[in-house]
């Protein structure tokens, strides 16, 4: 069998065209949605992503600020920055990208972003709605990604027996919570996996929807996948590769030739899950604006 591939490009090119029609007609209401997004220091990756953030808002004709800050910022000096864009009405939604210096309390930060503001999710207050399925909850942009790939490739997810390896709080929690919310893109039976789970590959194949988000280069192999399993690829690595023009190479947590022969629908990376997270981001700015003018949520 050869995989269907699941195209992250073109999928989230029509979310971000149906964002930036969306944010013109909050715009026309007098309503022009804002995200901050706020970086520590210099991790090459978190540059590209933020750079990324940045431009697509723009795009998508909404407010963009992105506020650089050396490695050596403090604590508090990061707290006073988020109480400003907490106070400031031209920002509706604000993340600080991840991960932070190790000097710095990224629980303390998380929580001091105002939930109202919290377009990435992960505010507490946010989790539990989630949880519960208040549709006035921040989805976290991957694993809203993931659900909207899905949704949006005809792929069914009620009663299919999903398997998550992963459980970090910004993808492996979140996604288990979508996918048993009852609604489309939910509905499934939910297995989380993780780094002390016994016998992997015994659980992964049982998986008719497998999940992975580990970020360890192509740790899912072919003889780990059910033959008709829908994968998806949730892992962005850098690998040394002195052949590339950059030195090193992007590739998933799945091993994409093999499995790609036994799956039934598989993610590609690059070009796959990552071009999801930025649309959704920006469809979550367009539903923090939403709310904080009055309006419904969505
Ligand atoms: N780092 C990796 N993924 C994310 C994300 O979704 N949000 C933030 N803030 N940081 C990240």
Redesign the pocket.
């Known amino acids: 069998m050869t995989a269907r591939l699941l195209d992250g490009k073109v999928m989230a090119r029509l979310i971000r065209d149906e964002v930036a029609t969306e944010a013109t007609e909050l715009l026309a209401r007098g309503v022009k949605p804002g995200l901050a997004v706020v970086l520590l220091g210099e991790d090459p990756a ?1 540059q590209v ?1 933020v750079r990324s953030k940045g431009n697509a808002c723009q795009e998508a004709g909404m407010h963009s600020e992105t506020i650089r800050l050396p490695a050596e910022t403090t604590e508090a000096e990061l707290l006073a920055v988020i109480d400003r864009l907490n106070a400031d009405p031209q920002i509706h939604g604000m ?5 932070l210096p190790r000097a710095i309390n990224s629980d303390a930060v998380l929580r001091r972003i105002d939930p109202a503001k919290d377009v ?1 999710g ?1 505010h507490p207050v946010n989790v539990g709605k989630l949880v519960i399925g208040d549709p006035t909850a921040f989805k ?3 694993p809203y990604g993931v659900q909207e790939m899905l949704i949006r490739s005809g792929i069914d997810t009620k009663g299919m027996h999903a398997v998550i390896v992963g459980r970090s709080n ?1 993808v492996g929690r979140p996604m288990a919570n979508l996918l048993i919310q009852d609604g489309p893109g939910g509905n499934a039976t939910v297995t989380v996996c993780h780094s002390r789970s016994r016998d992997l590959p015994s659980i992964t194949r049982l998986a008719d929807l497998l999940i992975v988000a580990i970020g360890r280069p192509n740790f899912v192999t072919a003889d780990m996948v059910k033959p008709g399993a829908v994968v998806i690829d949730v892992g962005i690595n850098r690998v040394d590769d002195a052949a590339a023009p950059k030195g090193y190479r992007i590739v998933g947590d799945v091993e994409f030739g093999p499995v790609s022969e036994v799956a039934s629908a598989i993610t590609p990376v690059p070009g796959g899950v990552g071009q999801m ?1 930025i649309a959704l981001l920006l469809k979550n700015t367009l539903q923090a604006a939403r709310q904080a003018s009055g309006g419904a949520a969505g």
């Open positions: 978190s992503y993340l600080v990208q991840l991960p990435d992960f976290p942009a991957t910004i997270t």
